[in-house]
């Protein structure tokens, strides 16, 4: 229940493109050309764009767009801060890390950038060949 007294103003906050274009009294294409510019303050979810009241009132009032540094601000901002961040972190693949020189993991990856141009056993056995010929 103390969760809706919270969330409730920042729901009826939000603004779709018609409904901000009405609130401001402007084309819904001359809006979101302003959006699209970073002219305004808005964000992109898919096809759709949402504007905040707060943020449009901030914006009319200074003539300035809120940067990301001013984002921790406003609670939906920094929301669709951390889940892009979340996002990012999750698409991002982990860098390998390099197996120990003459390791099996070594020479299992060197093997497999020869693959196709001989039978990995016959690599071994060359490999071993040479080793015992340096030692000896």
Not at 84 to 98: D, E, Y
Not at 118 to 132: F, V, Y
């Amino acid at each position: 229940m103390g969760d809706a007294i919270l969330t409730e103003p920042i729901l009826n906050d939000i603004m779709t493109l018609e409904e901000a274009s009405q609130y401001l009294k402007v084309a819904k294409e001359q809006l979101e050309e302003m959006a699209i510019n970073n002219k305004m303050p808005a964000q992109r979810f898919g096809n759709d764009w949402r504007f905040s009241k707060t943020l449009i009132l901030d914006w009319m009032r200074t003539g300035q767009v809120e940067t990301s540094s001013d984002a921790t601000e406003n609670p939906i901002e920094t929301l669709i801060q951390e889940i892009r961040q979340l996002v990012q972190t999750l698409q991002t693949p982990p860098k390998p890390t390099k197996p120990k020189k003459g390791s099996f993991e070594a020479i299992e990856r060197h093997i497999g950038h020869m693959k196709g141009k001989e039978d990995p056993d016959e690599i071994l056995a060359k490999m071993r060949a040479i080793r015992e010929e340096y030692n000896g």
